[in-house]
């Protein structure tokens, strides 16, 4: 029996269910237990064994795999168990760290849900998504992803997209009605499917498919199937790797010629030239971006972010523009009603605290008396019934659920004594609409009990409802000093109609019932981080759907505009959608460029502004919450969504949730994003500056006629001590204070610029002078000696570059040289790795190490530190030339 097919009666009876009032709890464990989990097939987390084969199927272990059988063919069998263990080892760390990568991705998959509202025990509930179970009552509502396959029991303007399922780009409008059963998917319009996305309206149904049991649920392999694009920061990564694999192969088969010509056997010559082109491949970059991109996520989640899209972090570090929200991004989103205004301006102010369902009414500083109260009961109950919000009373206060504008006016009905209850047995809601971004308004119809009659009802922005209001007066006037002073304002109207029909335009002739006065204050942080963005060069636009004074207000607050500008100043530095709409399209660029807030403006405005900056190559995060904001969050370089009141469809669109809608973590994100481009930056020097030195080294030699400063083993153990651990260590560097001073970088900037080649080549033929200067003395001795020598320079100065490179520009004496526990563990552990090697008597020969003496090590360590002092030198001089 296919559910689109039949009557709703025998739908409910095939899905046992006796009512529309909901399951029992008892109900809904059975059919759990029977059911499963309403979850997808999902993309498992990698085994142990896809990481392991990922980290032996790369271009560096076949290179070291063809070494060995090569060493095993010319009978060097050191050599060869020497490069397997190699194998093993490099393999281990790679496995280890992307193993914990892995897991850190998947836990942070937990910290975002979709949820969804059911009638549960005759209640209306929030539950996480995969609780639902077939035969759940769902309620519908614009903005939501629909949670699993619906047969619609009602539908109020109730339109999806499903694009995803049918490749239908238009909304399609829902209807409660039975169909034929050979209805085509696409034009089922009884119902809602799994995945798909509410646009408009309202509506509730049962549930009939959960899982792979949808519609959506039968071809998920197929999704799972899609190739995800490399991002721009991968592209970068692997562009520099094929870089330094090239110039990798290009020295190393020189080196090989110049062996050639010094008369070198053939099997020496390949040892040489594998473990130079070993050496000088850098391995661990790759592992390096995925410790990364995962420490940032974790960065992030706690600091109440949630990274959709890993790479994004990159780009945030290029971000030139922020155009934030006002309600709850930059305000504390928690409304509290503190005054009605009402035509006959006789005012009523509200005590109480935030969510508290208990206040006092009072006119003139005193109570009101039980019939004044009384001559309320209708705009009381409209409160009540108009209110999509909950809030239930804990023993740690107040929950709320919904959006808090649809919970203060709640909160006020609850005040005055009226519960949905009771208001309903005085009102009976016939049909309602979704607020609508545009006009700034929703409105209902009921009828009244007592009377017969019908009363339509007009609620949202004070403006627009004011505008169809007779006896508005000049309460437009009183709301404009009110939003001067930052309040959010809101107003119901209604009036009685003779249809049982919703009208289809908004009668002019509606009797304001109240004008809602709203507090809604700044987020404590808000100012302090507006501030942070300037400073990091950052711009700061906000782009708001409520009152330009209240906008222009919060702005100065804010700091967003200077906080001393002039109330005078408003329609010169704010600009309204009516405004807007007066300009031309050159006019409105023009005026985007310089002006800060924007007020009453649509999504479809929010995308125009996006627009123009992107055009003047600006970077843009631009935040969202709606339905109608996905378009916009896509527009942005960065979109971000709210986490507590974004909708399910901003939310997919985004790049970044932030979880508690706060506009400080749009900084934090941007700070964090600067750090890993930075420590990507920084670890890539540090690998490309340890290979020069080592190749430097081997083609001065040649031209000092000597014997090879290292031998193949020795590049190998070299290349593992300094580069297996150290590379990743710095890929844990914390942010420093510094970072946030900076200008924006360039979005087309390379990795590694050609004003850092002088510093890694500075470094680099200084680590080779200083080899040099212990190689040739001790040649006149033992040659083993003499080599010995020249790699524990080659693995002190490397090592003490290590702090070097934990910031190009902060000296380390202020970052503290003990700051990054990673790092002083990755230099301990290589120090020890090629300490005991040298003087563990059955790795000695194997390596051709000579045990040195203390004084030797001592002064190796002593001359090595030159490289830190000539690091610190380049810093002081460069942070100079940037100042003057």
């Given at each position: 029996?296919?559910?689109?097919?039949?009557?709703?009666?025998?739908?409910?009876?095939?899905?046992?269910?006796?009512?529309?009032?909901?399951?029992?709890?008892?109900?809904?464990?059975?059919?759990?237990?029977?059911?499963?989990?309403?979850?997808?097939?999902?993309?498992?987390?990698k085994?142990?064994?896809?990481?392991?084969?990922?980290?032996?199927?790369?271009?560096?272990?076949?290179?070291?795999?063809?070494?060995?059988?090569?060493?095993?063919?010319?009978?060097?069998?050191?050599?060869?168990?020497?490069?397997?263990?190699?194998?093993?080892?490099?393999?281990?760390?790679?496995?280890?760290?992307?193993?914990?990568?892995?897991?850190?991705?998947?836990?942070?998959?937990?910290?975002?849900?979709?949820?969804?509202?059911?009638?549960?025990?005759?209640?209306?509930?929030?539950?996480q998504?995969?609780e639902?179970?077939?035969?759940?009552?769902?309620?519908?509502?614009?903005?939501q992803?629909?949670?699993?396959?619906?047969?619609?029991?009602?539908?109020?303007?109730?339109?999806?997209?499903?694009?995803?399922?049918?490749?239908?780009?238009?909304?399609?409008l829902?209807?409660?009605?039975?169909?034929?059963?050979?209805?085509?998917?696409?034009?089922?319009?009884?119902?809602?499917?799994?995945?798909?996305?509410v646009?408009?309206?309202?509506?509730?149904?049962?549930?009939?498919?959960?899982?792979?049991?949808?519609?959506?649920?039968?071809?998920?392999?197929?999704?799972?199937?899609?190739?995800?694009?490399?991002?721009?920061?991968?592209?970068?990564?692997?562009?520099?790797?094929?870089?330094?694999?090239?110039v990798?192969?290009?020295?190393?088969?020189?080196i090989?010629?110049?062996?050639?010509?010094?008369?070198?056997?053939?099997?020496?010559?390949?040892?040489?030239?594998?473990?130079?082109?070993?050496?000088?491949?850098?391995?661990?970059?790759?592992?390096?971006?995925?410790?990364?991109?995962?420490?940032?996520?974790?960065?992030?989640?706690?600091?109440?972010?949630?990274?959709?899209?890993?790479?994004?972090?990159?780009?945030?570090?290029?971000?030139?523009?922020?155009?934030?929200?006002?309600?709850?991004?930059?305000?504390?989103?928690?409304?509290?009603?503190?005054?009605?205004?009402?035509?006959?301006?006789?005012?009523?102010?509200?005590?109480?605290?935030?969510?508290?369902?208990?206040?006092?009414?009072?006119?003139?500083?005193?109570?009101?008396?039980?019939?004044?109260?009384?001559?309320?009961?209708?705009?009381?109950?409209?409160?009540?019934?108009?209110?999509?919000?909950?809030?239930?009373?804990?023993?740690?206060?107040?929950?709320?659920?919904?959006?808090?504008?649809?919970?203060?006016?709640?909160?006020v009905?609850?005040?005055?004594?009226?519960?949905?209850?009771?208001?309903?047995?005085?009102?009976?809601?016939?049909?309602?609409?979704?607020?609508?971004?545009?006009?700034?308004?929703?409105s209902?119809?009921?009828?009244?009990?007592?009377?017969g009659?019908?009363?339509?009802?007009?609620?949202?922005g004070?403006?627009?409802?004011?505008?169809?209001?007779?006896?508005?007066?000049?309460?437009?006037?009183?709301?404009?000093?009110?939003?001067?002073?930052?309040?959010?304002?809101?107003?119901v109207?209604?009036?009685?109609?003779?249809?049982?029909?919703?009208?289809?335009?908004?009668?002019k002739?509606?009797?304001?019932?109240?004008?809602?006065?709203?507090?809604?204050?700044?987020?404590?942080?808000?100012?302090?981080?507006?501030?942070?963005?300037?400073?990091?060069?950052?711009?700061?636009?906000?782009?708001?759907?409520?009152?330009?004074?209240?906008?222009?207000?919060i702005?100065?607050?804010?700091?967003?505009?200077?906080?001393?500008?002039?109330?005078?100043?408003?329609?010169?530095?704010a600009?309204?959608?009516?405004?807007?709409?007066?300009?031309?399209?050159?006019?409105?660029?023009?005026?985007?460029?310089?002006?800060?807030?924007?007020?009453r403006?649509t999504p479809?405005?929010?995308?125009?502004?996006?627009?123009?900056?992107?055009?003047?190559g600006?970077?843009?995060?631009?935040?969202?919450?709606?339905?109608?904001?996905?378009?916009?969050?896509?527009?942005?370089?960065?979109?971000?969504?709210?986490?507590?009141?974004?909708?399910?469809?901003?939310?997919?669109?985004?790049?970044?949730?932030?979880?508690?809608?706060?506009?400080?973590?749009?900084?934090?994100?941007?700070?964090?994003g600067?750090?890993?481009?930075?420590?990507?930056?920084?670890?890539?020097?540090?690998?490309?500056?340890?290979?020069?030195?080592?190749?430097?080294?081997?083609?001065?030699?040649?031209?000092?006629?000597?014997?090879?400063?290292?031998?193949?083993?020795?590049?190998?153990?070299?290349?593992?001590?300094?580069?297996?651990?150290?590379?990743?260590?710095?890929?844990?560097?914390?942010?420093?204070?510094?970072?946030?001073?900076?200008?924006?970088?360039?979005?087309?900037?390379?990795?590694?610029?050609?004003?850092?080649?002088?510093?890694?080549?500075?470094?680099?033929?200084?680590?080779?002078?200083?080899?040099m200067?212990?190689?040739?003395?001790?040649?006149?001795?033992?040659?083993?000696?003499?080599?010995?020598?020249?790699?524990?320079?080659?693995?002190?100065?490397q090592?003490?570059?290590?702090f070097?490179?934990?910031?190009?520009?902060?000296?380390?004496?202020?970052?503290?040289?003990?700051?990054?526990?990673?790092?002083?563990?990755?230099?301990?552990?290589s120090?020890?790795l090629?300490?005991g090697?040298?003087?563990?008597?059955?790795?000695?020969?194997?390596?051709?190490?000579?045990?040195?003496?203390?004084?030797?090590?001592?002064?190796?360590?002593?001359?090595?530190?030159?490289?830190?002092?000539?690091?610190?030198?380049?810093?002081?001089?460069?942070?100079?030339?940037?100042?003057?």
């Amino acid at each position: 029996m296919a559910s689109h097919s039949v009557s709703l009666t025998q739908l409910l009876k095939k899905l046992s269910v006796t009512n529309t009032h909901g399951l029992s709890s008892e109900e809904v464990i059975r059919r759990r237990i029977l059911y499963g989990e309403n979850k997808l097939p999902e993309t498992s987390a990698k085994t142990i064994w896809q990481i392991l084969w990922h980290q032996f199927h790369n271009a560096l272990t076949y290179i070291l795999l063809l070494a060995t059988i090569l060493s095993l063919l010319s009978d060097h069998l050191i050599d060869a168990v020497v490069i397997g263990i190699l194998i093993v080892i490099n393999m281990s760390v790679g496995v280890f760290h992307e193993f914990r990568a892995e897991k850190r991705v998947q836990s942070l998959k937990q910290l975002v849900t979709l949820t969804c509202r059911v009638r549960r025990n005759g209640k209306i509930q929030l539950i996480q998504q995969y609780e639902l179970v077939p035969g759940d009552i769902v309620l519908l509502e614009d903005g939501q992803t629909v949670p699993a396959d619906i047969r619609l029991l009602d539908s109020r303007e109730l339109s999806t997209e499903e694009a995803s399922l049918t490749g239908e780009s238009l909304p399609i409008l829902k209807q409660a009605k039975e169909l034929p059963i050979k209805t085509a998917l696409g034009d089922r319009i009884n119902m809602v499917f799994m995945s798909t996305h509410v646009v408009s309206g309202k509506g509730e149904g049962v549930v009939v498919a959960i899982g792979e049991k949808t519609e959506i649920g039968k071809i998920s392999k197929q999704l799972q199937t899609t190739i995800e694009q490399k991002s721009l920061f991968h592209q970068r990564t692997e562009f520099l790797l094929k870089q330094m694999i090239t110039v990798a192969i290009v020295l190393s088969g020189l080196i090989g010629i110049l062996l050639y010509f010094r008369g070198e056997s053939f099997s020496e010559i390949l040892s040489f030239v594998f473990a130079t082109i070993i050496s000088g491949i850098p391995e661990g970059l790759p592992s390096v971006l995925t410790v990364l991109l995962s420490i940032a996520s974790v960065r992030m989640s706690r600091k109440k972010a949630l990274l959709r899209n890993l790479p994004a972090i990159e780009t945030l570090s290029t971000v030139t523009t922020i155009i934030t929200d006002k309600t709850g991004t930059l305000t504390e989103n928690v409304m509290k009603v503190e005054k009605l205004l009402f035509a006959d301006r006789n005012p009523i102010d509200i005590t109480g605290k935030r969510w508290e369902l208990t206040g006092k009414f009072l006119r003139n500083k005193k109570s009101i008396s039980t019939t004044e109260m009384s001559g309320l009961k209708r705009l009381f109950s409209l409160f009540a019934l108009t209110s999509i919000g909950e809030i239930t009373e804990t023993e740690s206060g107040p929950t709320v659920t919904g959006y808090p504008t649809e919970v203060a006016r709640y909160v006020v009905a609850r005040k005055a004594g009226y519960t949905r209850t009771l208001a309903a047995e005085h009102y009976e809601l016939l049909t309602d609409t979704a607020y609508n971004q545009d006009s700034k308004t929703k409105s209902a119809l009921f009828k009244e009990k007592a009377t017969g009659k019908f009363l339509f009802v007009l609620l949202g922005g004070a403006e627009a409802v004011l505008a169809n209001c007779k006896n508005a007066g000049d309460l437009v006037s009183e709301v404009e000093r009110a939003a001067t002073k930052g309040y959010r304002m809101q107003a119901v109207a209604y009036t009685q109609i003779s249809q049982s029909e919703m009208p289809k335009t908004v009668p002019k002739t509606l009797e304001l019932g109240a004008v809602l006065q709203i507090a809604d204050p700044l987020r404590e942080e808000v100012p302090a981080a507006i501030t942070a963005a300037h400073t990091a060069g950052i711009r700061v636009i906000m782009a708001t759907g409520d009152h330009v004074a209240t906008a222009f207000e919060i702005a100065r607050k804010s700091g967003i505009i200077d906080p001393t500008t002039p109330n005078s100043q408003l329609h010169i530095q704010a600009l309204s959608q009516t405004d807007i709409d007066e300009l031309s399209d050159e006019e409105f660029a023009q005026k985007v460029r310089t002006i800060n807030v924007f007020a009453r403006v649509t999504p479809e405005t929010k995308q125009r502004i996006a627009q123009v900056l992107q055009q003047d190559g600006q970077v843009i995060a631009m935040t969202g919450d709606g339905v109608n904001d996905a378009p916009v969050i896509k527009q942005a370089d960065i979109g971000i969504s709210m986490g507590l009141m974004g909708t399910d469809v901003a939310k997919e669109s985004s790049d970044l949730i932030l979880l508690e809608d706060s506009f400080a973590t749009i900084i934090d994100a941007v700070q964090e994003g600067r750090t890993v481009f930075k420590n990507m930056r920084q670890t890539s020097l540090y690998l490309i500056t340890t290979n020069l030195a080592e190749y430097f080294l081997i083609f001065v030699s040649f031209l000092f006629a000597t014997p090879l400063p290292l031998l193949p083993l020795q590049i190998l153990w070299l290349n593992l001590v300094t580069d297996g651990l150290s590379d990743v260590a710095l890929a844990t560097e914390k942010s420093h204070r510094s970072i946030l001073t900076e200008k924006p970088r360039n979005k087309t900037e390379s990795i590694v610029t050609r004003k850092d080649f002088v510093f890694i080549i500075t470094l680099a033929l200084l680590m080779m002078t200083l080899g040099m200067a212990y190689f040739l003395p001790y040649l006149s001795g033992s040659l083993d000696k003499a080599r010995t020598m020249v790699f524990a320079v080659m693995v002190f100065t490397q090592l003490f570059n290590v702090f070097n490179l934990r910031s190009l520009d902060t000296p380390i004496w202020k970052l503290g040289y003990f700051s990054n526990p990673a790092i002083n563990v990755a230099v301990a552990v290589s120090s020890f790795l090629f300490l005991g090697a040298m003087y563990t008597p059955s790795f000695q020969p194997i390596f051709n190490f000579v045990p040195l003496t203390f004084f030797e090590l001592s002064g190796v360590i002593l001359v090595s530190g030159i490289v830190l002092l000539t690091g610190e030198v380049y810093k002081t001089i460069r942070l100079r030339r940037l100042t003057l």
